[in-house]
């Protein structure tokens, strides 16, 4: 399957839904090798379904899997948990020289939207990369489509999910949602301003994950360059995440550009429908694929002297 | 009916759900009187926000004349008896608009989810019990879940540290008997100290009658909106349910004829169009639809060119919640393209 010998070995700290999705799309990687699986809960899911593939597991936390990181050479981490862990998982980590890509809302390390600034990510040995969250991940290309043509003075997001595909960290973390994203639509879109919105809707069967945005320019739209760039800017997206959709849009309406979106995913854990937690994991994946070619190539330092 | 010597907490909405038909266009000082006027009437429980809530000011629902802040800090002062309230949807508002609200003056809360999603509303219940606030849990929709299944979300918000929990009919699609179900699985489930109330919308007409089941059922507090003014058909019209109360011996604390001069004179005359069962505002009741999606359908299909009832029925279909505003503009442009095939 891996024609690539130089991989990585990474560790996933967290095995609710974004884990273990995340787990499936790095088993693929040419560059990257989960080797082992954080949670802390014996009867999780996820933790299953990743002894079921070959990796080890602990259900202590990040400390069950500090005292194997120099045997495995374990260099990169994916941490899945809340915006509440985090920090802890993340000093951790830190003191050992572990690349972390945090696919919480924490934003202790700087923001990667990969269709949008993985360039700006090239040669930074950043320690610690943060992945804004799944409707940022959805939405900002949007807003830095629009703003590559003219300045926005606002923008704002609606993200909608299925239920059954927020998970228990999602749902204590609702207000890091809302703010790390108006955040991200701000320093990585390129808005003045930036609002966010989510929307948790239950209907059966679930709905698949629909994103709006609306961009509040400050001259008059230039409505074909924009059309342009967002048609540009979507094929890009899509090359990580096929099913990321223009649904409808843009509509111009004075100085308002709306635009409406669906990401449906592949499905490797949860169905089709929850493409938000397919857009947040492809989007890690690809940034720690940069960080694991990098590691490759030298950037980071030789392999096993960390501690 | 027996419901003589009850005692009930009547609680005005018409300044924040009645924000839906002004589209957040209520000036400071038409706030100011009639806040002054449901106070004069003895009326104890005042909501002044965004009709989203806190923070709702937005491209989706909205931006309003004045912002929370500048209402709040305007009526609290103004009050003699009657206390603030302000409304959070956890996902549109965050724990830092509660702590503003706060330093405002509001004494009580309402945390609002949709029926089934308890859950995303913990951090902003702990927060608002540690200010020390009167906090109220709100779950919306509820027709769109079974009683027992809403007794279990409001256990869960009980848990938090919710002191009330609302059964909160946001399509006003409910009829007496579910609402009796509903409020009766509460008061069956949650500690005897955790009070219960009812919020209706009167879009099958159904608002005080639904409103006296829930107190027969248990609940001791109960939204209406003088005149009416709140979303689709409006809420329970408060100075309405108020007489009904008296007439049955519920002890409300509100003069009959003071709240129905409040609705005369001070609101009826502010309101663009009258707040009535039309046709969109039946279907939203028939069909099971939030209720302050009314006027958005409205104009999307003014806007396209398809029937408005025919969006509604769509947003049904779909089973939107509350808060997904951005789909109906979205579904007005897939009928319009259906219509040109």
């Known amino acids: ?307 | 009916m027996n419901l003589r010597g009850r005692k009930i907490v009547l609680h005005d909405n018409s300044l924040r759900d009645g924000m839906h038909p002004k589209r957040h266009q209520i000036s400071v000082e038409q706030m100011i009187s009639v806040a002054g006027g449901l106070d004069e009437a003895g009326v104890p429980l005042i909501e002044v926000t965004h009709g989203d809530g806190l923070g709702g000011a937005s491209v989706n629902y909205g931006f309003p004349a004045y912002s929370d802040e500048e209402y709040l800090r305007a009526v609290i002062p103004q009050m003699k008896r009657a206390r603030v309230s302000a409304l959070l949807l956890p996902g549109i508002g965050t724990v830092e608009h509660l702590r503003r609200a706060h330093e405002c003056g509001v004494t009580t809360v309402r945390v609002a989810t949709h029926c089934t999603e308890a859950d995303i509303s913990e951090q902003h219940i702990r927060c608002a019990r540690e200010l020390g606030l009167d906090t109220v849990a709100f779950l919306m929709m509820a027709h769109m879940v079974d009683p027992a299944e809403l007794a279990r979300q409001a256990k869960l918000m009980e848990s938090y540290g919710a002191h009330c929990v609302y059964v909160t009919d946001s399509a006003g699609y409910l009829l007496p008997d579910g609402v009796t179900a509903r409020v009766g699985a509460l008061r069956a489930t949650l500690d005897p100290a955790t009070e219960i109330g009812f919020h209706g919308h009167h879009n099958l007409g159904m608002g005080i009658a639904n409103s006296l089941a829930a107190i027969e059922a248990g609940a001791v507090r109960i939204d209406g909106s003088v005149a009416g003014l709140g979303a689709g058909a409006g809420n329970t019209p408060l100075e309405v349910f108020n007489a009904v109360a008296v007439r049955l011996g519920i002890e409300t604390g509100v003069d009959v004829f003071k709240l129905a001069d409040v609705a005369e004179d001070l609101v009826v005359p502010l309101m663009d169009q009258p707040i009535r069962i039309d046709r969109d505002s039946l279907i939203l009741g028939y069909a099971g639809v939030y209720s302050s999606f009314l006027l958005f359908a409205k104009r999307a299909g003014a806007k396209y060119g398809v029937p408005s009832a025919n969006i509604l029925v769509e947003l049904g279909r779909m089973k939107t919640v509350g808060g997904q505003e951005d789909m109906i503009e979205d579904i007005a442009l897939n009928l319009a393209k259906l219509a040109k095939l």
């Open chain 1, 1 to 307: 399957m891996r024609n690539n010998l130089a991989t990585v070995k990474c560790a996933i700290v967290g095995s609710g839904n974004i884990g273990t999705d995340l787990m499936y799309k790095a088993l693929r990687s040419e560059w990257l090798e989960p080797v082992w699986m954080v949670g802390i809960d014996p009867s999780s899911e996820g933790l299953a379904r990743a002894r079921a593939q070959g990796l080890a597991t602990t259900v202590d936390g990040v400390d069950g899997l500090l005292p194997h990181l120099d045997r495995e050479d374990v260099r990169i981490a994916f941490d899945a948990t809340s915006a509440y862990v985090h920090p802890q998982n993340a000093a951790k980590l830190a003191a050992r020289g572990v690349v972390v890509v945090d696919l919480t809302p924490a934003a202790i390390g700087p923001y990667c939207v990969p269709s949008v600034n993985l360039a700006k990510h090239v040669g930074k040995r950043e320690m610690n990369v943060n992945m804004v969250s799944c409707g940022g991940q959805a939405t900002i290309p949007i807003v830095a489509a629009v703003a590559r043509v003219q300045a926005v003075a606002y923008a704002e997001i609606v993200a909608t999910v299925s239920s059954r595909s927020a998970g228990s960290g999602t749902r204590k973390n609702i207000d890091e949602f809302t703010r790390t994203t108006a955040n991200g639509i701000e320093k990585v879109g390129g808005a003045r301003r930036g609002k966010a919105i989510i929307i948790l809707n239950p209907a059966e069967p679930p709905l698949i994950m629909r994103d709006t945005v609306y961009c509040l320019t400050e001259g008059e739209p230039r409505e074909d360059a924009i059309r342009a760039s967002l048609a540009t800017m979507i094929a890009e997206v899509q090359r990580y995440v096929p099913g990321y959709q223009l649904k409808n849009g843009p509509v111009f309406d004075g100085k308002r550009v709306s635009v409406w979106l669906e990401v449906a995913g592949l499905g490797d854990y949860l169905p089709r429908y929850a493409g938000n937690l397919d857009i947040m994991t492809a989007a890690a994946l690809r940034t720690g694929e940069l960080i694991a070619r990098e590691m490759a190539d030298g950037l980071y330092g030789q392999t096993g002297k960390w501690s």
